[in-house]
T-cell receptor, first 113, second 113 residues
Framework: ETGVTQTPRHLVMGMTNKKSLKCEQHLGHNAMYWYKQSAKKPLELMFV???????ENNSVPSRFSPECPNSSHLFLHLHTLQPEDSALYLCASSQPGGADTQYFGPGTRLTVL | SQQGEEDPQALSIQEGENATMNCSYKTSINNLQWYRQNSGRGLVHLIL?????REKHSGRLRVTLDTSKKSSSLLITASRAADTASYFCATPNSGGSNYKLTFGKGTLLTVNP
């Protein structure tokens, strides 16, 4: 479980704030993912990065802005969020391709007031 | 559209009993994976079964795959209170330049001591 770390673990922000979520993986993987998990809904894939390049944007609103400076780090920059964006945000990594095992971080519990 | 769907949505058993969860999917796959999630935490990979395998074991876990029925089952034997968690099946599907995993809504398993 310590192969993928996420900070912060909990975040409360107002709708006008700007904040960032951070993910770091120590597994030598080259693919990283952001997922959103809301209550009573399936896990939603948001973004995919392969070798630092974004290869998937699953129609995510522009108030979520991902950044992948290298294969080990992934950020999710947040601004002007809505209360319905409150959820658990999960980061994962895998070997490129994504069809095999993904390794998840513990998540950031985000609450938007 | 949702690929994997777990059944039942919730399951409550006594410690020592076996728990069986099912997953149905819609399109052809080359593997199917099961993950576990403790409340408010990240997902942990349990087992991957490839399309040419019919059954796979890992400790107290047994997974079966029936590609003709497009279904899989996860059996946890001799359950423990620590097995209380949500269990998800995930299937890869190709989209554009990369494969990605699609998760079901999960089965919430409660093991009562």
């Amino acid at each position: 479980e310590t192969g993928v770390t996420q900070t912060p673990r909990h975040l409360v922000m107002g709708m006008t704030n700007k904040k960032s979520l951070k993910c770091e993986q120590h597994l030598g993987h080259n693919a990283m993912y952001w997922y959103k998990q809301s209550a009573k809904k399936p896990l939603e894939l948001m973004f995919v990065y392969n070798f630092k390049e974004q290869t998937e944007n699953n129609s995510v609103p522009s108030r979520f802005s991902p950044e992948c400076p290298n294969s080990s780090h992934l950020f999710l920059h947040l601004h002007t969020l809505q209360p319905e964006d409150s959820a658990l945000y999960l980061c994962a990594s895998s070997q490129p391709g994504g069809a095999d095992t993904q390794y998840f971080g513990p998540g950031t519990r985000l609450t938007v007031l | 559209s949702q690929q994997g769907e777990e059944d039942p949505q919730a399951l409550s058993i006594q410690e020592g009993e076996n728990a069986t969860m099912n997953c149905s999917y819609k399109t052809s796959i080359n593997n199917l994976q099961w993950y576990r999630q403790n409340s408010g935490r990240g997902l942990v990979h349990l087992i991957l079964i490839r399309s040419n395998e019919r059954e796979k074991h890992s400790g107290r876990l047994r997974v079966t795959l029936d590609t003709s029925k497009k279904s899989s089952s996860l059996l946890i034997t001799a359950s423990r209170a620590a097995d209380t968690a949500s269990y998800f099946c995930a299937t890869p599907n190709s989209g554009g330049s990369n494969y990605k995993l699609t998760f079901g809504k999960g089965t919430l398993l409660t093991v009562n001591p």
